[in-house]
């Protein structure tokens, strides 16, 4: 094993500490050899805190927690946290369809609480190199490394023509809940089709106390589409295929990113039937005045002041002609994207990249020209080479596993998963006892 001795650089330095960076935390709990620390900017963990919308849970089941995948006699699993606090019972009888966010929430700040490497408050300004060593700095502190996982998660995406007006009453729905503009009698428009998009335009209608004037919901989609959650579509999001998608061209993968949208980025079907529930009862039942207004194959594309307001204009995608709504507040469910971190700033140029992204080898470091044993590695930065699974919480454990691993240079954690059901990889034609003639089913 590579371990670093005691006075020298430690062996990992974790930036941002979001689910990603926890998960591989909580797995070095077991192997305190692996020397590490993590650094995160925020007080304290918080996850997505400006959405953290009161009926808002979780798209995976909770099973895919920090740990499980790869280590389920954890003490630090979900399962663990609801015993420590004397819940199990009644969450099973709650029979929860899924865990609430907020829930969650509370279970990886418990982890965090048993977790001694952790650093709230400390933003990581700069990662340079000093001979065979990384030096990760903030603003008054150094911490010598051999190698770095990047956990800094994606950034908000504004669309062009909105990005010269954000402010209070326009803003990214990462924003919504820390604003937390009064809406009573206010013209809302909400942009974006994905989950984001449902979940505010559903909190928007939640209160019927304090009603907005009207609310429309914007989606370039040409209708609001669910999830795919079906099981051959959850193969989508094992070991497996995430193996096989990193070996493919790179104009295939860009392919299926794009046909698996639905896969990753659909509204959770309860949520549309509650949304499409509460429509019908504000339409029929209760008799509200809001005007609500659902806007699908609509594309934003200006954004001007009108008085105190805002002026939107959108594209129908099927028609092609325009039209322009006035509103109050505008908030943009336009999703996140990764973006190299400032904090590499000094290194940039050492490593390659492809298009947007980082070139990621099989143990999830970059390539880059730096010495062989410093290693940087990345969570939640390989889309375009790992697949839909990449952004998601469900992988994270086992990506976590395969960084140690690398990190200490021997296999700590098992990541070797039994075959998907689902033959990805194309068959040599060779015909195996019991397996059908393959020849001749083609
Ligand atoms: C509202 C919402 C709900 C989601 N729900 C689900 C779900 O139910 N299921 C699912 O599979 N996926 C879900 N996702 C997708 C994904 O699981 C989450 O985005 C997840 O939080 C990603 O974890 P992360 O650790 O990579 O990044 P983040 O959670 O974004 O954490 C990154 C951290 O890095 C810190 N940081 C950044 N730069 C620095 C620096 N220079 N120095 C120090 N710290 C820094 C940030 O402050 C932040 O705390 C959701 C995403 C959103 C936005």
Same mark, same amino acid.
């Given at each position: 094993?590579?371990?670093?001795?005691?006075?020298?650089?430690? %062996? /990992? $330095?974790?930036?941002?500490?979001?689910?990603?960076? &926890? +998960?591989?935390?909580?797995? #070095?709990?077991? =192997?305190? !050899?692996?020397?590490?620390?993590?650094?995160?900017?925020?007080?304290?963990?918080?996850?997505?805190?400006?959405?953290?919308?009161?009926?808002?849970?979780?798209?995976?089941?909770?099973?895919? %927690? /920090? $740990?499980?995948?790869?280590?389920?006699?954890?003490? &630090? +699993?979900?399962?663990?946290? #609801?015993?420590? =606090?004397? !819940?199990?019972?009644?969450?099973?009888?709650?029979?929860?369809?899924?865990?609430?966010?907020?829930?969650?929430?509370?279970?990886?700040?418990?982890?965090?609480?048993?977790?001694?490497?952790? %650093?709230?408050?400390?933003?990581?300004?700069?990662?340079?190199?000093?001979?065979?060593?990384?030096?990760?700095?903030?603003?008054?502190?150094?911490?010598?490394?051999?190698?770095?996982?990047?956990?800094?998660?994606?950034?908000?995406?504004?669309?062009?023509?909105?990005?010269?007006?954000?402010?209070?009453?326009?803003?990214?729905?990462?924003?919504?809940?820390?604003?937390?503009?009064?809406?009573?009698?206010?013209?809302?428009?909400?942009?974006?089709?994905?989950?984001?998009?449902?979940?505010?335009?559903?909190?928007?209608?939640?209160?019927?106390?304090?009603?907005?004037?009207?609310?429309?919901?914007?989606?370039?989609?040409?209708?609001?589409?669910?999830?795919?959650?079906?099981?051959?579509?959850?193969?989508?999001?094992?070991?497996?295929?995430?193996?096989?998608?990193?070996?493919?061209?790179?104009?295939?993968?860009?392919?299926?990113?794009?046909?698996?949208?639905?896969?990753?980025?659909?509204?959770?079907?309860?949520?549309?039937?509650?949304?499409?529930?509460?429509?019908?009862?504000?339409?029929?039942?209760?008799?509200?005045?809001?005007?609500?207004?659902?806007?699908?194959?609509?594309?934003?594309?200006?954004?001007?002041?009108?008085?105190?307001?805002?002026?939107?204009?959108?594209?129908?995608?099927?028609?092609?002609?325009?039209?322009?709504?006035?509103?109050?507040?505008?908030?943009?469910?336009?999703?996140?994207?990764?973006?190299?971190?400032?904090?590499?700033?000094?290194?940039?140029?050492?490593?390659?990249?492809?298009?947007?992204?980082?070139?990621?080898?099989?143990?999830?470091?970059?390539?880059?020209?730096?010495?062989?044993?410093?290693?940087?590695?990345?969570?939640?930065?390989?889309?375009?080479?790992?697949?839909?699974?990449?952004?998601?919480?469900?992988?994270?454990?086992?990506?976590?596993?395969?960084?140690?691993?690398?990190?200490?240079?021997?296999?700590?954690?098992?990541?070797?998963?039994?075959?998907?059901?689902?033959?990805?990889?194309?068959?040599?034609?060779?015909?195996?006892?019991?397996?059908?003639?393959?020849?001749?089913?083609?």
């Amino acid at each position: 094993m590579r371990y670093s001795s005691t006075n020298g650089p430690i %062996d /990992l $330095v974790g930036i941002g500490i979001g689910p990603a960076n &926890l +998960s591989l935390a909580a797995l #070095l709990k077991r =192997h305190p !050899r692996v020397r590490a620390r993590f650094f995160e900017r925020r007080a304290e963990f918080q996850w997505h805190a400006g959405l953290m919308l009161p009926n808002a849970s979780l798209q995976v089941p909770f099973l895919k %927690d /920090l $740990v499980s995948l790869v280590d389920p006699t954890s003490e &630090l +699993s979900f399962l663990q946290f #609801l015993a420590t =606090h004397k !819940r199990l019972l009644c969450f099973i009888n709650a029979n929860f369809p899924q865990v609430l966010r907020r829930e969650f929430n509370q279970y990886y700040r418990w982890a965090c609480e048993q977790l001694d490497t952790l %650093d709230f408050g400390r933003e990581v300004d700069a990662v340079e190199l000093d001979g065979e060593t990384l030096i990760v700095r903030g603003n008054g502190w150094s911490q010598p490394t051999r190698s770095v996982v990047l956990g800094t998660g994606l950034q908000a995406a504004v669309p062009d023509c909105a990005k010269p007006w954000l402010s209070t009453t326009l803003l990214h729905a990462s924003q919504y809940l820390i604003n937390n503009n009064p809406v009573e009698g206010k013209r809302v428009v909400v942009i974006g089709g994905g989950q984001t998009g449902a979940e505010v335009f559903h909190h928007l209608l939640s209160d019927s106390g304090a009603m907005p004037a009207s609310v429309t919901w914007a989606s370039r989609r040409w209708n609001f589409a669910p999830l795919d959650e079906s099981s051959f579509t959850n193969e989508l999001y094992t070991p497996g295929y995430s193996n096989y998608f990193y070996d493919l061209p790179e104009t295939l993968r860009a392919t299926l990113l794009a046909e698996q949208k639905l896969a990753s980025d659909g509204v959770s079907s309860a949520l549309l039937e509650a949304i499409y529930r509460r429509v019908y009862e504000l339409r029929y039942v209760t008799g509200m005045s809001c005007n609500l207004q659902l806007r699908p194959a609509r594309e934003l594309i200006a954004v001007a002041r009108r008085g105190d307001g805002w002026s939107i204009t959108f594209r129908h995608l099927q028609r092609q002609t325009h039209e322009t709504i006035h509103a109050d507040i505008v908030v943009l469910c336009t999703g996140y994207a990764y973006g190299m971190p400032a904090c590499l700033d000094a290194i940039a140029d050492r490593i390659e990249r492809s298009g947007d992204g980082y070139v990621v080898n099989p143990d999830y470091s970059v390539r880059w020209d730096g010495p062989k044993g410093c290693r940087i590695y990345v969570q939640n930065a390989a889309k375009h080479q790992r697949g839909i699974a990449d952004p998601n919480l469900g992988l994270i454990p086992w990506r976590c596993a395969q960084i140690i691993n690398s990190v200490a240079g021997c296999q700590l954690y098992d990541v070797d998963e039994a075959a998907p059901f689902v033959h990805w990889e194309a068959q040599p034609m060779a015909v195996q006892s019991g397996t059908p003639d393959l020849e001749m089913m083609s």
